[in-house]
């Protein structure tokens, strides 16, 4: 495959609880910064968080203690746990490999729908 697969996203109550994940082919994953952002409507597609390949982790101010972002090397998997999620989380993610500067490097997939609502 050459574009990264997301699945997990869905409907949430806020406070609620979600895990999204995103496959990627191992020639984009292997040894690489990954990443996950977000776009709402209506604005850009931001950057939320990263993990290098040395397990290293960076966090968007606004999700900093309430994401976790994590990587299985063997299944050329990054996860994002999302936990206490508000109405302004609400926003279609997607993952992608990143370069030093959290710039995505490879193609979009068709991300995964979160949706924060009562």
């Known amino acids: 495959q050459v574009q990264p697969v997301e699945s997990g996203g869905g409907l949430v109550q806020p406070g609620g609880s979600l895990r999204v994940s995103c496959v990627i082919s191992e020639r984009m994953f292997r040894l690489r910064t990954m990443a996950w952002y977000r776009q709402a409507p209506g604005k850009q597609r931001e950057l939320v968080a990263r993990i290098s390949s040395g397990f290293g982790t960076n966090y968007v101010d606004s999700v900093k203690g309430r994401f976790t972002i994590s990587r299985d090397n063997a299944k050329n998997t990054v996860y994002l746990q999302m936990n206490s999620l508000k109405h302004e989380d609400t926003a279609v993610y997607y993952c992608?490999?990143?370069?030093?500067?959290?710039?995505?490097?490879?193609?979009w997939g068709q991300g995964t729908q979160v949706t924060v609502s009562s």
């Open positions: 992608n490999s990143a370069d030093n500067w959290g710039g995505p490097i490879g193609p």
